[in-house]
């Protein structure tokens, strides 16, 4: 097949060039070229009416005539106007370069086709240097159609890869190919969404004949590309449920009923209720959960963490909470504590500041089991904290955690539990979890492919010697790995890493390697190059030890040395339907959308900095009525020390303005220890102060429900995800809470956009929509690493509708066929696996 050539198949394409063009605009291969879409069309099919002109219209194509024509000077020379007139209106052409040849060669009163772009100043329109041609000629002329522009670099522009230039690649390519193009969807689907055929939609994609051709062809190659990113997701969901197994949670036990009917402080939401029993037909499957649960700030997340949790200490598993900072695990921690208050259920906390002495008491209590619930930060991840049999794993606030300490806490299962893995099966998961991580590695995976280090070198020739009485090979494929080292009977795995393993995040990518390779049976050991050339004796002996401690029977090949925990991810960022669809369409979604009864709204108003004063006043007020007030700074890690002096002058300002000893002020930001933070911050939650002062640091989940106003300085430079989750943190008790977003006067429109929307509606949904539509998928929290950012020609947000209906079809295609092996279904099948076949890293070696 010709679209799996190189492009240098097509004539006129040097190697030179091709080069260019792939390291550019990533086009390698015919293929690519044929899916490399126009970014927009010139339409030379329509002719505009002067009056219709509008002061946005970009290029316009106009039929007139001269009516005359006149130098007028200016500042440096003069410019040649033409006064350009049809029956509706009179406009003007402009020229500023070669004005002599130009004004000899116009006819004046002699009907014109003119073509450019549309320039609009102090009410009337011109274009400057216009295309023109005599109408009698023009008529002569095969009628020109839409013409594509494609992206280009500079680069490629002062190479001479012009448009022009790439629309002829690409239509001699599609001469060749036209004929053997396959259709890649079924006639079913064809039929029912009325779609043009797939090589239509390309000719019409690159060389449309007009408007109407052009659109039907985009909505084919966008329900098509949607269509096949919703089915590898959706196959991959159903391979994680009918293949990965989880542990059990069978009973409801006297444990969960005992606090459902005994301690449950409040009724549950029907929200909260139907979360719950999504989770428990989850856990009662008998599949692996792995289950994010969206829910707005104050909807009431903890309490189902903790009745999954019970469920799982029912069923005789140990359970745990990681949270993103020290303040937000207290907070767990306390809210736990209290709500498990005169039941027999031990829980602890682990974070950085827990004493070695407790520490090991932790470690202890885990290990035999006698401890049911353990609240933490990061610290939960270390190598020394192992569960006894920990069963489900609650992650709070994902988008703070590097999607690599997810993964880890998967590691932190309890005892094996039969259960088979395929490495395609982790593949999909892990490539899921944590797809930025992931696609490092597959780099860094290329990297060692391409370069034998001296560090290898050396160990190698040793290795060889059989000196160790084992036989390693090298650069052996283990799945979709080549590993440097390995040897087979002990299934033991060593690797080198280079030089360039030196960043956090190929630090992690390294860890993601490394567990997946556990995960598949295998003990894997890490040198660096340092180490090996350093002292090769002792990375030989430190090879010859492992072997000894290798026995084949602990590890059998594919097998596992435990299950993976339930993994319940909580996020109070709300992700919009159509982008939870792309992002996480292969994870299972509950969300909560009701808020506790009895909430008030939070009243928001956005004020300009000049009315200070009567924000100072109006917090006065509310102090006086017993209320606590926070005062948040923006915190921008690029210029750190500024926010951080914008906050102290704040600070000093507040503090002039609301003396001691009436007022007492607690300030929290970054650049405190972790336990001075936690004195203040408690200070605070103590009602001993009455103000807090801080930086965006109390962002995530501080619960203090008598802090009734939240104010918000520079408002204008948080985005609004950040101010929404700022909002949550006031409206949590039962009187009237307020915020109020202070700004500048110089506002950009997306600033007055996102303060508007703050002030218009608390649904963290719409909120969350607006972003979107402002931003794009590529910058919403947790979304930056998802493939939905390398979509072709389709667009989440633009294309929500052919998104959910490509959705809904791969949908009812899985349920009746969820192999795809019915014959009606082989060219979806053939596409559905070349794509899979691509996405993995062999295409790219072999
Ligand atoms: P978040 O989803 O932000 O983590 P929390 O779990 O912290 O929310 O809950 C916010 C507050 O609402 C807590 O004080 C909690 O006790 C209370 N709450 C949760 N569910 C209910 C309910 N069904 N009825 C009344 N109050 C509730
Ligand atoms: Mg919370």
């Given at each position: 097949m010709i679209l799996n050539k190189p492009i240098t198949y097509i004539s006129g394409i040097s190697s030179q060039r091709?080069?260019?063009?792939?390291?550019?605009?990533?086009?390698?291969?015919?293929?690519?070229?044929?899916?490399?879409?126009p970014f927009r069309y010139i339409d030379k099919t329509q002719f505009y009416a002067i009056k219709e002109l509008q002061p946005n219209s970009s290029e316009v194509q106009i039929v007139g005539k001269i009516t005359h024509i006149k130098s007028v000077a200016q500042k440096r020379g003069s410019r040649l106007v033409a006064t350009f007139q049809d029956a509706t209106g009179t406009m003007e052409l402009v020229w500023f370069r070669g004005q002599k040849w130009i004004k000899d060669s116009l006819k004046v009163n002699e009907p014109y086709v003119v073509y450019g772009k549309l320039n609009h100043y102090n009410g009337s329109f011109s274009i400057p240097h216009p295309e023109m041609e005599l109408v009698t000629e023009y008529k002569k002329k095969l009628q020109s159609k839409m013409q594509p522009v494609y992206p280009s670099t500079e680069k490629l522009t002062n190479a001479g890869v012009s448009n022009k230039l790439i629309r002829n690649y690409i239509q001699k390519l599609?001469?060749?190919?036209?004929?053997?193009?396959?259709?890649?969807?079924?006639?079913?689907?064809?039929d029912d969404f009325k779609l043009i055929s797939k090589r239509d939609a390309y000719l019409n994609v690159h060389f449309p004949k007009s408007q109407e051709s052009l659109a039907k062809a985009q909505n084919r190659l966008k329900f098509e590309e949607l269509f096949f990113i919703q089915l590898q997701l959706l196959r991959k969901k159903l391979i994680n449920k009918t293949k990965i197994k989880g542990f059990v949670f069978e009973n409801v036990g006297p444990i969960f009923n005992e606090f459902y009917s005994n301690?449950?402080?409040?009724?549950?939401?029907?929200?909260?209720?139907?979360?719950?029993?999504?989770i428990r037909k989850d856990v009662a499957s008998g599949a692996h959960m792995n289950r994010l649960l969206q829910g707005d700030v104050g909807s009431g997340k903890t309490i189902v963490a903790l009745l999954s949790m019970l469920l799982a200490i029912d069923n005789g598993f140990q359970a745990?909470?990681?949270?993103?900072?020290?303040?937000?695990?207290?907070?767990?921690?306390?809210?736990?504590?209290?709500?498990?208050?005169?039941?027999?259920?031990?829980?602890?906390?682990?974070?950085?500041?827990?004493?070695?002495?407790?520490r090991r008491e932790i470690h202890a209590n885990l290990e035999d089991g006698t401890l049911h619930i353990l609240i933490g930060t990061h610290a939960l991840l270390e190598d020394k904290v192992k569960f006894k049999n920990l069963g489900i794993a609650i992650i709070d606030e994902q988008h703070r955690f590097g999607v690599a300490q997810r993964s880890k806490l998967w590691g932190k299962g309890g005892p094996s539990q039969s259960s088979q893995r395929e490495g395609a099966e982790l593949r999909n998961r892990y490539e899921t979890a944590r797809p930025s991580v992931y696609k490092l590695m597959k780099e860094l995976q290329l990297e060692r492919k391409k370069k034998t280090t001296e560090a290898e070198q050396i160990l190698w020739e040793q290795l060889k010697t059989k000196k160790l009485d084992s036989k390693f090979r090298r650069q052996h494929i283990v799945d979709e790995f080549i590993v440097d080292f390995i040897c087979i009977e002990k299934n033991l795995i060593i690797e080198v890493d280079g030089k360039y393993h030196t960043t956090k995040e190929q630090q992690e990518a390294d860890d993601l390697r490394t567990k997946i390779l556990q995960e598949l049976g295998f003990k894997v050991i890490r040198f660096t190059n340092e180490e090996v050339i350093g002292n090769i004796e002792n990375t030989?002996?430190?090879?010859?030890?492992?072997?000894?401690?290798?026995?084949?029977?602990?590890?059998?090949?594919?097998?596992?040395?435990?299950?993976p925990p339930h993994i319940l991810v909580m996020t109070a960022t709300p992700i919009p339907r159509t982008l939870a669809m792309s992002v996480y369409g292969d994870l299972d979604i509950s969300v909560i959308d009701e808020l506790p009864p009895g909430r008030k709204e939070v009243k928001t108003v956005h004020r300009f900095d000049s009315n200070r004063l009567s924000v100072f006043k109006f917090m006065k007020d509310e102090i006086a009525k017993g209320r606590q007030v926070y005062i948040v700074y923006p915190l921008i890690q690029e210029s750190e020390s500024m926010d951080y002096k914008d906050l102290m002058d704040g600070f000093e300002s507040v503090s002039r303005e609301f003396p001691l000893p009436k007022y007492q002020i607690s300030i929290v930001h970054g650049k405190m220890k972790p336990a001075d933070k936690e004195h203040e911050m408690q200070r605070f939650v103590k009602h001993e102060t009455q103000i807090m002062v801080a930086t965006t640091v109390i962002e995530v989940g501080v619960n203090v429900p008598n802090a009734s106003v939240m104010i918000i300085e520079s408002s204008e430079r948080f985005g609004l995800s950040q101010l929404h989750q700022?909002?949550?943190?006031?409206?949590?008790?039962a009187d009237q809470s307020y915020c109020i977003l202070l700004s500048s006067f110089k506002l950009s429109e997306e600033a007055k956009t996102r303060l508007k929307t703050m002030v218009e509606t608390t649904d963290g949904f719409k909120i969350a929509e607006v972003d979107l539509k402002l931003r794009g998928p590529g910058n919403l929290m947790g979304t930056q690493q998802s493939g939905v950012l390398n979509l072709k020609i389709a667009d989440v947000v633009k294309d929500s509708k052919i998104l959910v209906s490509a959705r809904n079809t791969a949908i009812a295609l899985l349920q009746e066929d969820s192999n795809l092996s019915k014959p009606e279904n082989a060219m979806i099948k053939a596409t559905y696996l070349a794509i899979s076949r691509s996405s993995k890293i062999w295409s790219e070696i072999s």
């Open positions: 091709a080069a260019l063009l792939y390291t550019e605009l990533g086009i390698k291969k015919c293929n690519d070229l044929l899916n490399f879409f599609l001469q060749q190919v036209y004929d053997s193009l396959q259709e890649t969807l079924s006639k079913e689907i064809i301690q449950l402080p409040f009724d549950l939401t029907n929200a909260q209720k139907r979360v719950l029993k999504e745990t909470i990681m949270a993103p900072t020290e303040i937000l695990a207290n907070q767990h921690y306390i809210a736990v504590s209290e709500l498990l208050q005169g039941m027999d259920i031990k829980v602890d906390i682990l974070t950085g500041s827990v004493r070695t002495k407790k030989i002996s430190k090879i010859s030890q492992e072997l000894k401690n290798n026995s084949e029977s602990s590890l059998p090949l594919g097998g596992l040395g435990w299950a700022l909002r949550g943190r006031v409206g949590r008790g």
